[in-house]
């Protein structure tokens, strides 16, 4: 039983703090009587041995005094019990510990932050924000951990812009880790003023953005789109073409604007340089997919198909061979139609099914693209999946 051997390593943590706690008052050489382990310690253990262990965990909590060490074994404790899933029952000896007035002021900062984390845990956010916020405003040395857990409680509730301020604060402590971080809440907060329909407001944002992380893909994304909607054409492909240097795995995001705008306002051949250029870069099935879907334009099926079928030699992929058979059951040229209907289902289905975009820090993956990762909740981590069912 997992739960009872970490119960038993606490028990003999408890007994080192005793011990350790015994030592020390003889060292001071005060003059306490040798004493005994306590009888609750006893009591405890006896639980323990028949697997009681609620009535264990009760017993030794009352049997703590109250000293460093020990309040190592209470923390250590509560987020045994938060673990387990029984928020409750951390949340208790917590509030238990901060009940003790020998706790000192630091110790007392120690414990308040492992009760707004049971509060979290247990999805009670206001209780845990009201804590933080008082603890973040206090100069001590666990600050960062407040501001961090607050961070968390506003990025879970969407409250971009008190993210952006304890961020900035964050910022300023520890240093430009959290530049990239803000540069993605300031896109959040864009995206919230293009709901709203407030455009100037949006391109403040970006800019924002940009200021704190230069190669913020996602900024020039939204500012992509809302040049390609408001007609600036030239403007637009100036922010979709800056992905490619920014970080250009993201570049397969842009292509569909590109399209679009490059149609639109003849700049077709401009497009396929540019493709050439990105595919020398970093070859990848969008890519490919769009210079072919080119080349059917410009120069007929047969040099999309033969360009097509030199990609897919040198880099093999599902959808690249989805797209040949499209083609060719488009421009039917040989007899081996049945055939290639059968494979084109085969390789439909799989598609399907597959997930586009995956979390490089946790594997989480899905259909859709999210800034912010749904599994591990960090900032940025998703990316188009690779491989050969990828890009
Ligand atoms: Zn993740």
Request: glycine content about 6%; some cysteine.
């Amino acid at each position: 039983m997992p739960d009872l051997a970490l119960l038993a390593l606490i028990m003999v943590a408890m007994l080192a703090g005793y011990l350790l706690g015994r030592a020390e008052k003889k060292k001071k050489k005060e003059h306490f009587p040798e004493q005994p382990l306590s009888k609750e310690y006893f009591v405890g253990l006896n639980y323990l041995l028949n697997e009681q262990t609620d009535e264990a965990i009760e017993t030794f909590i009352k049997a703590l005094d109250l000293n460093n060490d020990t309040v190592d074994t209470y923390l250590a404790l509560g987020s045994l019990f938060c673990r387990r899933g029984e928020v409750d029952k951390s949340i208790r000896v917590h509030q238990d510990l901060l009940a003790r007035p020998s706790l000192t002021p630091l110790q007392s900062i120690r414990v308040q932050l492992e009760l707004a984390k049971d509060y979290m845990t247990a999805g009670l956010f206001d209780r845990a924000e009201a804590m933080l916020v008082d603890l973040s405003r206090q100069n001590h040395e666990y600050r960062v951990d407040a501001l961090q857990q607050l961070l968390r409680i506003y990025e879970r509730e969407k409250e971009w812009p008190q993210a952006v301020e304890i961020t900035e604060s964050l910022r300023k402590l520890c240093g430009e880790d959290y530049a990239p971080r803000l540069a993605h809440l300031y896109c959040e907060i864009a995206e919230d003023k293009l709901r709203l329909n407030d455009r100037s407001g949006a391109r403040k944002y970006i800019r924002a953005a940009y200021s704190r992380d230069k190669n913020c893909v996602r900024a020039s994304l939204i500012l992509g789109r809302m040049e390609m909607e408001e007609g600036r054409d030239r403007d637009a492909i100036k922010a979709l073409q800056k992905v490619s240097y920014q970080d250009n795995r993201y570049v397969p995001l842009t292509l569909d604007m590109l399209e679009t705008v490059c149609h639109r306002s003849d700049q077709q051949r401009a497009l396929g340089s540019y493709l050439a250029k990105c595919l020398n870069e970093k070859p990848g099935t969008a890519i490919i997919l769009a210079m072919t879907a080119q080349l059917m334009n410009s120069r007929g099926e047969v040099s999309a198909m033969d360009f097509l079928t030199g990609q897919l030699r040198r880099q093999p992929s599902l959808r690249g061979l989805n797209a040949l058979m499209n083609i060719q059951l488009n421009y039917p040229s040989e007899p081996s139609l049945t055939s290639i209907k059968l494979l084109k289902e085969v390789t439909d289905q799989m598609l399907v099914s597959k997930p586009v975009y995956q979390c490089f820090s946790c594997g989480f993956a899905g259909k859709e693209m999210h800034w912010h990762c749904p599994g591990c909740h960090e900032w940025g981590t998703l990316a188009p999946v690779q491989g050969v069912e990828g890009e």
